[in-house]
């Protein structure tokens, strides 16, 4: 069992950066693959980026290429999501996820059902 906690949400201008964690509970952290995911008002949770177990995989959407990226510091249990260059489209709830997944390849799944563990979110605002 997994518990994720986010933090570090917040409310930034455009162009800001910001950096949101995950921090999990529970043993084995080191074995999950990890992913963040945002959901907006009325629109569809999204995958933003993923990290494999080791971290030798990282997967992004396409519309944070360039922007934003994705680690994990496995000694505190915490993955990272540092977002620069954000926009007001970047607003949302921002999750993350885990999913036991250790082994090669090492892979980093970008689909929200391929992940058992959630997080509650935190919210990310960007103003123009």
């Known amino acids: 069992q997994v518990q994720l906690v986010e933090s570090g949400g917040g409310s930034v201008q455009v162009g800001d950066s910001l950096r949101v964690s995950c921090e999990a509970s529970?043993?084995?952290?080191?074995?999950?693959?990890l992913g963040w995911f945002r959901q907006a008002p009325g629109k569809e949770r999204e995958v933003v980026a993923s990290?494999?177990?080791?971290?030798?995989?990282?997967r992004y959407a396409d519309f944070v290429k360039g922007r934003f990226s994705i680690s994990r510091e496995n000694t505190k249990n915490t993955v990272y999501l540092q977002m620069n260059s954000l926009r007001p489209e970047d607003t949302a709830i921002y999750l993350c996820?885990?999913?036991?997944?250790?082994?090669?390849?090492?892979?980093?799944?970008?689909?929200?059902?391929?992940?058992?563990?959630w997080g509650q979110g935190t919210q990310v605002t960007v103003s123009s």
């Open positions: 996820a885990a999913v036991r997944r250790v082994g090669y390849p090492a892979v980093a799944p970008q689909k929200a059902h391929e992940y058992d563990y």
């Open positions: 529970g043993r084995l952290f080191s074995s999950y693959a």
């Open positions: 990290i494999s177990w080791n971290g030798g995989t990282t």
